[in-house]
């Protein structure tokens, strides 16, 4: 029964991926954009009922924010891509995995926060100018990091390989008069504890830092708006809820690139599963580093 579900949830990325590359999301895009320019316009509404002081007004401001970072992150984004390749790429456990989506969610919102208040706040800048560098200077800095991400699951995976293959022909070298076993006192390539070990607190960070060095203009433009009227506070709460909105989509991405790993693994065991790991890495890390050279060369 198990491996039916995770198989069914590699049937499922399959089919999404297909979508995705025959062009049939587009009318999802569309009617996401329609969605999204009618949760921009019930935003405003919310600011000016928080602007004039009426009942309630905290609050369907902050659910209109926390909707409105939902249809952000369902439409394109780095963020998604980010967290659901590396999910596929390592073996890590979901929980942990969910955590870092959550987390650069709500990180993506502080830098927001910060990048606002210092720069409107403090150095006075105009709206145009704050976005400009967001776009400008944060966002290559972004692409850049997640490129670096592919490449270091490129080099993590290619060594794996070289590791399982060197094991094999050390292996080879030693069928005749040799008696393998669990203590014949040499590696037969690397354990499935030594490919599926989760990495630390580089990679989370590496994660976390390259979706959140890109904040959401969204939030920037509500930060800049509530500042301006004196709602300052409520704004920052907003973004912060805007930033729950999106970390709710992210979080399913994980999960679902749990699921899709697990389907795409779940007839394999032992040896097998030991060495297909790498494999996976090396792919998906490529992957991700084109994907984010070709987004560093647009926003240069």
């Not at 995770?6 to 999802?28: E, I, K, R, S, Y």
């Not at 992150?73 to 967290?83: I, N, Q, R, T």
Request: hydrophobic share 55%.
């Amino acid at each position: 029964m198990r491996r039916a579900v995770m198989g069914l949830g590699l049937v499922v990325a399959l089919g999404l991926g297909a979508l995705w590359l025959t062009g049939g999301f587009d009318v999802l895009q569309g009617w996401m954009e329609r969605m999204t320019r009618a949760a921009q316009d019930r935003l405003a509404a919310a600011v000016r009922a928080l602007r004039s002081g009426e009942p309630g007004a905290l609050a369907g401001f902050l659910a209109v924010s926390f909707v409105y970072g939902v249809l952000h992150a369902v439409g394109p984004g780095h963020g998604k891509f980010l967290v659901g390749g590396y999910g596929v790429a390592r073996r890590v456990p979901v929980v942990p995995l969910a955590g870092i989506a959550l987390v650069a969610s709500l990180a993506q919102a502080a830098v927001a926060v910060v990048l606002v208040y210092a720069a409107v706040a403090v150095l006075g800048w105009t709206r145009e100018a704050v976005v400009g560098t967001a776009e400008e200077v944060m966002a290559p800095v972004s692409h850049a990091l997640i490129a670096g991400l592919g490449a270091w699951l490129v080099w993590r995976g290619w060594r794996g390989v070289r590791r399982e293959r060197h094991g094999h022909d050390h292996d080879h070298g030693h069928e005749h008069g040799h008696v393998h076993g669990p203590d014949c006192g040499h590696a037969h390539g690397p354990t499935l504890d030594e490919v599926s070990r989760l990495t630390g607190w580089r990679d989370a960070v590496a994660l976390v830092a390259g979706v959140a060095m890109r904040p959401c203009s969204g939030a920037l433009f509500l930060l800049i708006l509530t500042w301006q009227i004196g709602v300052g506070a409520a704004g920052i709460a907003g973004a912060f809820a805007m930033g729950l909105g999106t970390a709710a989509v992210t979080v399913t991405v994980a999960l679902m690139a749990v699921w899709a790993r697990e389907g795409a693994l779940a007839n394999l065991s032992g040896g097998r599963l030991a060495r297909a790991l790498p494999l996976v890495e090396l792919s998906v890390g490529a992957l991700i580093l084109l994907v984010a050279l070709g987004l560093l060369r647009q926003s240069l």
